[in-house]
């Protein structure tokens, strides 16, 4: 589970009952707006190794297991956790640490705090716009990432009459990931906030339910970026 722009407590993230928590450390020189949930029950199975970065707004996490995650041949899983917003002329996560090449399988989860073709093609956008968006959607193509959310499907509906619903919460899987990709869902109940929490489902074949058992995919990303909890 991915929170971004977290409330805090003594520059810590919420704690959550069977969850653990991993986030940025708490510098002087910046707070941590990124954290990532893991049951319990999954760290009983895998490793889990988070990556942080020089600031608060984006971290990664390592999931490993010898066995295999998604197949044999694949012991590694990577998830980013990104809150992409502008600091002045650039942004606090830079489009070089978000998409790298990974022959491994690798989700990036961002609340990108701005609009492209790609994600709202029913949106008219500025030049200026396009401009900002156009270095990550370039280089995650570059480097083989493929957008998961539905075009044209919001992700944040703002409490407001002046600004309509946007798609600014977006998913990429690299080359490694896609063939197990299952499902996106941004119909989950309103959290109360103005970002909705979005489940992405991926099929693992290692853990393929015994005859009888109600469903064979694994839950193992979801981010809810919202502006304070429920």
């Given amino acids: 589970m991915a929170l971004k722009d977290i409330p805090l407590w ?7 009952c069977n969850y653990k928590c991993f986030f940025p450390p708490a510098p002087d020189s910046y707070k941590p707006r990124v954290a990532t949930y893991v049951h319990e029950r999954l760290l009983t199975l895998i490793s889990v190794l988070p990556l942080v970065f020089e600031s608060g707004n984006l971290m990664a996490v390592n999931f490993h297991s010898p066995e295999g995650l998604l197949d044999t041949s694949h012991n590694l899983v990577r998830l980013y956790n990104a809150y992409c917003i502008p600091s ?5 996560v830079s489009h070089l640490d978000l998409f790298s090449w990974h022959d491994f399988p690798t989700l990036v989860l961002v609340d990108f705090n701005s609009h492209h073709s790609t994600s709202d093609p029913n949106r008219l956008l500025s030049d200026y716009n396009q401009f900002k968006c156009s270095p990550y959607f370039d280089r995650a193509a570059a480097h083989l990432f493929s957008l998961l959310n539905t075009p044209g499907v919001y ?9 309509r619903p946007a798609g600014l919460d977006l998913s990429f899987a690299n080359s490694a990931l896609l063939p197990y ?3 996106y869902n941004p119909s989950l109940p309103p959290p109360g906030l103005d970002h909705t929490a979005l489940t992405i489902i991926l099929s693992t074949p290692l853990l393929k339910p015994r005859p009888g ?5 694994t839950q193992i990303g979801i981010t809810s ?6």
């Fill in 181 to 183: 990709f299952s499902s």
């Fill in 225 to 230: 970026p919202p502006s304070s909890l429920p």
């Fill in 88 to 92: 002045g002329h650039i942004r606090l």
């Fill in 10 to 16: 003594k520059n810590c993230p919420p704690v959550f």
């Fill in 213 to 217: 058992a109600l469903t064979g995919n």
């Fill in 155 to 163: 992700t944040m509906f703002l409490f407001t009459t002046n600004h």
